[in-house]
């Protein structure tokens, strides 16, 4: 009797123990309900979030080209225009060193129209190769703005989808041919329902070509210089 009442443990539940296994239960069924679960347990909701992010990272690569490239075009631009400008640079200094020679009579100012022509001939190349530039880099512009509205939709739409969960409706997504369509209806609609002031038009041409327009500028100046410093 007194081995058996020495070996006997009596065993007094701890309240922390209950509480703890109480907390970890619930813990366990608030994640089971998390909308991440609730996504990874549906089998269309979860492809769905790979083709968001599939499509997310196809944007991303689409805008970081587009970034790269108008880099290149303003670049490619600004070589041009100084291009431009150390050729009229160079062909002063010719004919300012032509006019002073002292040779120089009548007849090379009646012949004062061929310097003339050949700058304002290559001015017109120049300020050609500039113009498409500058063509291609608002054009660049127009994409990338395109680009950026299309990702901000994406990424609107990826988290409305994990905070809903399976409660997310698939439909919206699935009416289209593809996942983009209703991000085209969605900038479809937004540019339907802009306002445009017809009036700002002008002035927002003349801001993007501002650049050529010097350049015609300063080459219609260059055609009378050349006469007055041939015949000067």
Not at 79 to 101: G, K
Request: overall charge positive; proline content about 4%.
């Amino acid at each position: 009797m007194e081995s058996d009442q020495g070996n006997h443990v009596v065993v007094i539940p701890s309240p922390n123990k209950s509480l703890s296994s109480v907390d970890h239960q619930k813990s366990l069924s608030s994640v089971d309900h998390h909308p991440l679960a609730e996504i990874s347990s549906s089998p269309g909701h979860l492809l769905l979030l790979k083709l968001l992010h599939r499509e997310e990272e196809g944007h991303g690569r689409q805008t970081a080209k587009l970034e790269n490239h108008g880099t290149s075009l303003r670049r490619d631009a600004f070589s041009l225009s100084c291009l431009f400008l150390a050729f009229h640079f160079l062909s002063v200094i010719l004919l300012f060193s032509s006019s002073v020679d002292p040779l120089h009579g009548k007849h090379k100012c009646q012949m004062w129209w061929v310097p003339s022509s050949v700058s304002v001939v290559t001015s017109l190349v120049l300020v050609l190769c500039v113009q498409m530039r500058v063509i291609g880099y608002w054009r660049m512009e127009r994409a990338l703005g395109k680009e950026r509205t299309d990702g901000r939709a994406l990424v609107r739409r990826i988290l409305e989808l994990r905070m809903k969960g399976s409660s997310y409706d698939l439909w919206k997504d699935t009416a289209g041919p593809s996942t983009g369509s209703a991000i085209a209806g969605t900038v479809k609609r937004l540019k339907s329902s802009s306002v445009e002031v017809k009036w700002m038009a002008p002035f927002k041409w003349c801001s993007r070509n501002f650049v050529t327009i010097c350049l015609l500028c300063f080459s219609g100046l260059m055609f009378p210089v050349c006469k007055f410093i041939v015949c000067s």
